[in-house]
Nanobody
């Protein structure tokens, strides 16, 4: 089982990034996909979630209206489009797959928002 995030980097405030999470080794289309983030000295927090079919999404209040989670089950990939980025969005972003008791984590990708 693998979840591999990509797309992180350094961006100026107000900028955009698109994170990708490529999945392998499990039946991706059955799993809820989540994006979490963890800033230095803070607990890991759930940023966005999407059901297995993509029909329902949920967001943390702090990112509503700025971030969009999506998935392509044909490509076994989940995405997080991040717009209007703020310095407080700086964190390591992790993708997470969950189905009942099974859950898998990626290694994380760093997002830094700074001028």
């Amino acid at each position: 089982v693998q979840l591999v995030e990509s797309g992180g980097g350094l961006v100026q405030p107000g900028g955009s990034l698109r994170l990708s999470c490529a999945a392998s080794g499990f039946t991706f289309s059955r799993y809820i996909m989540n994006w979490y983030r963890q800033a230095p000295g803070k607990e890991r927090e759930l940023v966005a979630a999407i059901t297995n079919t993509g029909s329902t999404t949920n967001y943390a209040d702090s990112v509503k209206g700025r971030f969009t989670i999506s998935r392509d089950n044909a490509k076994n990939t989940a995405y997080l489009q991040m717009n209007s980025l703020k310095p407080e969005d700086t964190a390591v972003y992790y993708c997470h797959a969950k189905l009942y008791a099974a859950n898998y984590w990626g290694q994380g990708t760093q997002v830094t928002v700074s001028s």
